[in-house]
């Protein structure tokens, strides 16, 4: 294993690692707040941009990883009976089929493209609620994720959609998601701006 592999593997397995205070938290909210259905999505989306890079012979063990833990995540929210269905989950499964439909209509390099702008758009309703009532404590989790993502970027081969595309975007998805966790108390933000 060189160092690119390393790197690549050590990012896979923080992603999923992180996903292990998530559940303990959820285990003891009882899941409060949360849906197997919009995990259950988010997990679909992972399971597709891994199947592409894979096929690419890409840098896929980072969304492998984040795949890995949403299932996870998903399946104690289902032992939860934790199931809700709101406009978010209908536009993630509108970027789920988006994104199959691009799969089979034009291959995986632009699948690939397809899913990480699906994964990062969907996480941008949960950057606008985490401005608006910022969670500190969650902020270690994004931090985790966010080194995470770096890890597997220093780990691809080379300056190539399939090696870099995915840890760079989420790279940046999960630091504005770590900054808006650590968002100073008091600091109102404003649809106009």
Same mark, same amino acid.
């Given at each position: 294993m060189n160092g690119h592999d390393f790197l690549k593997l050590a990012g896979g397995l923080m992603a999923m690692g992180f996903y292990a205070p998530? &559940? +303990?938290? &959820?285990l003891r909210s009882r899941g409060a707040?949360? !849906?197997?259905a919009t995990w259950g999505l988010w997990a679909v989306l992972d399971i597709v941009l891994t199947l592409t890079l *894979?096929?690419?012979?890409?840098?896929?063990?980072? !969304?492998?990883?984040f795949a890995v833990g949403g299932l996870a995540l998903a399946g104690v929210l289902l032992i939860q009976r934790q199931w809700s269905w709101n406009w978010f989950d209908s536009t993630i499964t509108l970027? =789920?089929? %988006?994104s199959l439909a =691009? *799969? +089979?209509l034009s291959g995986t390099r632009n699948a690939t493209l397809a899913v990480t702008a699906a994964v990062c758009a969907a996480g941008v309703p949960g950057f606008i609620a985490m401005l608006r009532n910022p969670q500190p404590s969650a902020g270690k989790i994004w931090a985790g994720f966010t080194a995470a993502n770096l890890l597997s970027f220093f780990g691809g081969t080379a300056m190539t959609l399939e090696e870099r595309l995915v840890p760079a975007a989420? /790279? =940046? @998805?999960?630091? @504005?998601m770590m900054a808006a966790c650590w968002r100073p108390a008091g600091k109102k933000? !404003? %649809? /106009?701006?």
């Amino acid at each position: 294993m060189n160092g690119h592999d390393f790197l690549k593997l050590a990012g896979g397995l923080m992603a999923m690692g992180f996903y292990a205070p998530m &559940i +303990a938290e &959820i285990l003891r909210s009882r899941g409060a707040g949360q !849906s197997f259905a919009t995990w259950g999505l988010w997990a679909v989306l992972d399971i597709v941009l891994t199947l592409t890079l *894979w096929q690419q012979h890409g840098n896929y063990l980072l !969304s492998l990883g984040f795949a890995v833990g949403g299932l996870a995540l998903a399946g104690v929210l289902l032992i939860q009976r934790q199931w809700s269905w709101n406009w978010f989950d209908s536009t993630i499964t509108l970027l =789920v089929l %988006a994104s199959l439909a =691009v *799969w +089979a209509l034009s291959g995986t390099r632009n699948a690939t493209l397809a899913v990480t702008a699906a994964v990062c758009a969907a996480g941008v309703p949960g950057f606008i609620a985490m401005l608006r009532n910022p969670q500190p404590s969650a902020g270690k989790i994004w931090a985790g994720f966010t080194a995470a993502n770096l890890l597997s970027f220093f780990g691809g081969t080379a300056m190539t959609l399939e090696e870099r595309l995915v840890p760079a975007a989420f /790279t =940046v @998805l999960c630091g @504005l998601m770590m900054a808006a966790c650590w968002r100073p108390a008091g600091k109102k933000t !404003s %649809a /106009t701006h």
